[in-house]
């Protein structure tokens, strides 16, 4: 299983992302227990720096060795898992520094993304932007909401982001986007466990969308640069 197989949020993000993914769904064994996995490690469910039994994995996911195994590759290649030479696979451990490094990647690769499709994208794409922002708008975060931050609300904010930069022409481009973008929403998730802390940047999608369709680059941009840079000064603020 190669990477862009094994990963379908990289390269068909708007496609997945809203449906539940449960093994009617999956194309394999393997891209079952792949998602599985990721979605734990996003969700904290395995901390940083955790050991990665396969026993345990196994019988959590209901399946055999192989799938496991290959999904943890998939993952180690993605930065989220780390191979140890015959001691098997952990989580990647967290830092500030680390955490910072990503920020600014991300930054950098989807201004670049965002570019290329802002100057590609069609009348459909606009129609997905606008079609995802109405679904995610009405899961807005509010100041004062100390409930964690839903599962459908990660999935319509990673949609979003995704259906901006999706005609962007380069799959390798959306590949390393969605890497770099599961590594920071961890950081985000161990950090920030309730909505209200995502409250005070939940206006900076409609101001994005809104530049983004109309085709003005340069505001596009500095507005997505800014998003990404608000929330990475919150997640340090509240960093242990």
């Known amino acids: 299983m190669i990477a862009a197989d094994a990963l379908p949020w990289a390269t068909n993000s708007l496609h997945w992302k809203h449906r539940q993914f449960d093994r009617s769904s999956a194309s394999s064994a393997s891209a079952y227990v792949l998602a599985r996995i990721r979605g734990d490690i996003l969700s904290a469910y395995f901390k940083p720096g955790a050991k990665l039994y396969l026993k345990i994995l196994t019988d959590r996911y209901e399946t055999s060795v192989a799938p496991v195994r290959e999904a943890l590759a998939v993952l180690s290649g993605a930065g989220l898992v780390i191979s140890e030479s015959q001691r098997g696979?952990?989580?990647?451990?967290?830092?500030r520094t680390d955490f910072q490094d990503i920020a600014t990647l991300r930054m950098q690769m989807e201004i670049?993304?965002?570019?290329?499709?802002?100057e590609r994208g069609d009348s459909c794409w606009v129609e997905e932007i606008c079609s995802v922002y109405e679904r995610f708008s009405h899961l807005s975060q509010k100041a004062g909401q100390h409930n964690p931050i839903s599962d459908a609300w990660e999935s319509y904010?990673?949609?979003?982001?995704?259906?901006?930069?999706?005609?962007?022409?380069?799959?390798?481009?959306?590949?390393?986007?969605?890497?770099?973008h599961d590594r920071f929403d961890r950081y985000r998730r161990l950090t920030l466990p309730f909505g209200s802390y995502m409250a005070g940047t939940a206006g900076d999608h409609e101001e994005i969308k809104n530049a983004a369709i109309r085709r003005d680059t340069k505001v596009a941009t500095a507005?997505?640069?800014?998003?990404?840079?608000?929330?990475?000064?919150?997640v340090l603020e509240q960093y242990v």
């Open 223 to 234: 507005l997505i640069r800014e998003h990404i840079q608000n929330i990475t000064d919150i």
């Open 112 to 118: 670049t993304a965002l570019e290329q499709s802002i």
């Open 157 to 180: 904010h990673r949609e979003f982001h995704f259906s901006l930069i999706s005609r962007c022409g380069s799959p390798t481009l959306l590949n390393f986007c969605s890497q770099l």
């Open 89 to 95: 696979f952990r989580v990647a451990q967290a830092s």
